[in-house]
Structure formats: structure tokens, C-alpha cells
């Protein structure tokens, strides 16, 4: 009969196995090029590496790389190099393997992303660098030739973000306000709208914990009267744009925690006073017949039938993309019940770049998404590299 140390060691090689089939199932269902033994065998080799090693929360040290690895793939996009990078990001740093043993293995093209990784961690802040956070960050940029390396380094900082109910709350505060002032700002320039969206408010549980429970619960209570309101705002545009032969889906927004608080700080008002808590993202399946830029208003002229547009909030991103890659048609219209509601109005391949940022332009530029071709991608990253060092570049003239 087993005893109960045999059986949580069962019961925990399961779980690894099963979070690490998880990643494989994401990313076969991905575009990306089917590099399974690659990936096998550097999650194979991160697993020797760290065994034995546990989390702060008790657990296998093993799934902290296996979740870095599912961020880089399902929510930021990359592919087989960036994924075996992720699995083997730590190993460099805390286990008696050298960089030499990675590209012996793996190749220098992974070996370079872990090395890369391996400067930047740790020791490079020191007390002044919040109130230096513009320079740390450009620092960060500077310091690998390989933008993917500050992609996966925004995915391990995101986990640990997650993660960070088992530190000590002195670490958790300090760990946050790095977060906020040094990563969130990174993942807005990369465009990851999603990820810097989730560490500010993580970042904003930790430093202020009373505060966010109190403007979260104030959120929640609001909630079913929000959603009923985007219902009743909806219902005709989905209608009219339906009858209109659109593809579309049509969702609501509700605006995060910490932008809540940012424009409580701001404005000096109460949350009671916050009345943009709602917007509604209209994404489309573009018609070949017209440009996306084309479809794009003439669905806001199809919408403006139907509710009266505010004169002075119309943003246009679709004529000009934000340096990092961001386009969307952005209106605030006044819906049947007095409220002023945003719509953002994007095609399909314009969220797929606001919620994966610049990993999403591979995916769309020609021949760019394929990782054999490197020489292509290497010019890319040069490339968002230089929009993100130098904020003046006009991401256009690079692009």
C-alpha cells in the first residue's frame, strides 16, 4: 500500500504532465510551425534541471516555466523558439547547466534568448529605479538583440504577479510597484494591451489592498445593472449590422480596477462619478470587397443611425496607428437611456494585434509567421525594436 508521500509525488507528476500536454494542445491549435520534440525536449531538460526545487507556495518549481511557456504561446502568440526559451528561462540562473549547455542543445538561437533573460533578472534594480523607470525600461530594451527576450520576461513577470499571494507582504509591495512602474509601462510600448491591463491591477491589489477590495466590490455590485445596460445598448446595433450582412460579435468592456482608480485620482471624483465604467467592442470578419479602414467607417456611419455620436470623442487609429501597432476606430455615442457609451470598432486582424501586440504582426506579415524564416524575423525585431527604444520613430515609416 502506498503511503501518502508516494501518493501526493503521483498525484503531482500527473499535474506537471498535464499542464505541459495543456501547452502542447495550445500550441498545436496554433499557426505556428509543429516543433513538438523541440519543445518536449526542453521541457524534459528544464524538468531535470529544477528537480527537486519547489515554489514559495510548495509546488514543483517546474510549473512556474510550464506557465511562463502557455502565456508566451496562448496570450502573447509566439511560437517553438520563444516556448522553449520559457521552459528553460531560469535554468541558466539557478541550476548548474551553463549557456554553453543550452546551445549545445538547443541550438545559439535559444541559447541567446536565455542569456538574454539571465542579464536581466534579478539584480538590475536597485531603490531608485522606480523613480528612474523610463531609463530601466529602455535599459531592459537594450540589453538582448532579441525582442522576444523582453516578451517572455513580461510572461514570467506576469506569473509571479499571479503568483504573489505566497510572498511576504513587504516583497509583494515591492515587487508590485516595480511591476507597475517598470513592466505594465513595457507591455503598453509592445502593445500587450491585455497583459499590462492585468499587472496594473495586480499591482494596485498589492500596494493599495483596501482600497482596490473596496473599488472592485463597488464594480461587482454594479455589475448586473452595467450588463443590462450594454444589453439594451446593443440590441439595435446588432440588428441593424446583422440585417446589413455583417460578421461580427459585439461585446461589452467594463473599464479595469486600476484605471477606475487612476481616473478617480485624476478627475478627484468618487467611483459614484465614474461614468464611463462600459464600452462595447464591435470586432468584424472583413469583406474582401473593401479596405478594413473602409468597413471600419462604414459600420460608425451604420451606428450613428441608431445613437447620436459625441462631437469631440471620435479617435481615429485606423489612418494612424499607434507607435505600438494599435488600430481601432474609437466613438462615444449616447445610448436610448441618456448614457454616454465608447464603442471601439476593429477588424478581426486589428484585436488580434491590440491583444497580442507587436507578436501578432508575425502572424500577418507575408511569410513573417513561419520560425525557419529567422532572417525575416530578425529584420521584424530590429525593426519594433527601434519603435520602442526610440519613442519619436514613427512606427510607419518601419513597418
Request: charged share 25%.
Amino acid at each position: 500500500m502506498e503511503s501518502n508521500e508516494e501518493k501526493k509525488m503521483i498525484d503531482e507528476e500527473a499535474q506537471i504532465n498535464e499542464a505541459f500536454q495543456e501547452l502542447l494542445d495550445i500550441y498545436l491549435a496554433s499557426q505556428h510551425r509543429k516543433k513538438v520534440e523541440l519543445i518536449t525536449k526542453a521541457f524534459n531538460f528544464a524538468r531535470q534541471a529544477h528537480k527537486g526545487v519547489r515554489r514559495h507556495s510548495g509546488e514543483a518549481y517546474i510549473m512556474h516555466p510550464l506557465a511562463v511557456a502557455r502565456i508566451v504561446c496562448k496570450e502573447i502568440g509566439l511560437g517553438s523558439t520563444s516556448i522553449c526559451a520559457a521552459l528553460l528561462h531560469d535554468v541558466v540562473e539557478d541550476t548548474e547547466y551553463t549557456a554553453e549547455d543550452i546551445a549545445h542543445q538547443f541550438g545559439p538561437k535559444i541559447a541567446s534568448i536565455v542569456v538574454g533573460l539571465t542579464k536581466i533578472s534579478g539584480g538590475v534594480f536597485g531603490d531608485k529605479a522606480v523613480k528612474q523607470a523610463e531609463n530601466v525600461r529602455k535599459l531592459l530594451l537594450t540589453m538582448s538583440d532579441d525582442i522576444r527576450v523582453m516578451l517572455i520576461k513580461l510572461a514570467d513577470r506576469l506569473h509571479n504577479m499571479r503568483t504573489l499571494a505566497a510572498q511576504r507582504p513587504e516583497k509583494q509591495r515591492k515587487i508590485a510597484i516595480e511591476t507597475q512602474y517598470i513592466y505594465a509601462p513595457m507591455a503598453h510600448r509592445l502593445g500587450l494591451f491585455p497583459i499590462k491591463t492585468e499587472l496594473e491591477n495586480l499591482s494596485f491589489k498589492y500596494e493599495l489592498p483596501e482600497l482596490y477590495a473596496e473599488i472592485e466590490a463597488k464594480l461587482q455590485a454594479n455589475k448586473d445593472a452595467q450588463m443590462e445596460n450594454f444589453e439594451e445598448f446593443a440590441a439595435p446595433i446588432r440588428k441593424h449590422l446583422t440585417m446589413m450582412g455583417y460578421e461580427f460579435n459585439l461585446y461589452a468592456r467594463t473599464k479595469s480596477v486600476y484605471s477606475i482608480y487612476k481616473k478617480m485620482v485624476t478627475k478627484g471624483i468618487p467611483f459614484e462619478q465614474v461614468y464611463d465604467l462600459l464600452a462595447a467592442r464591435i470586432v468584424f470578419e472583413p469583406n474582401s470587397q473593401f479596405s478594413e479602414k473602409d468597413q471600419c467607417w462604414m459600420i460608425y456611419s451604420a451606428i450613428t443611425e441608431i445613437y447620436r455620436p459625441h462631437p469631440e470623442r471620435i479617435r481615429d487609429w485606423i489612418s494612424t496607428p499607434k507607435a505600438n501597432g494599435y488600430e481601432a476606430l474609437h466613438c462615444t455615442l449616447m445610448s436610448h437611456t441618456g448614457i454616454w457609451i465608447e464603442v471601439q470598432i476593429r477588424s478581426e486582424r486589428m484585436n488580434e494585434v491590440a491583444e497580442k501586440g507587436i507578436a501578432a504582426h508575425w502572424a500577418y506579415k507575408k511569410d513573417g509567421f513561419a520560425e525557419g524564416n529567422e532572417s525575416e524575423m530578425d529584420k521584424w525585431i530590429a525593426k519594433i525594436k527601434e519603435i520602442l527604444v526610440n519613442p519619436d520613430v514613427n512606427a510607419l515609416d518601419l513597418l
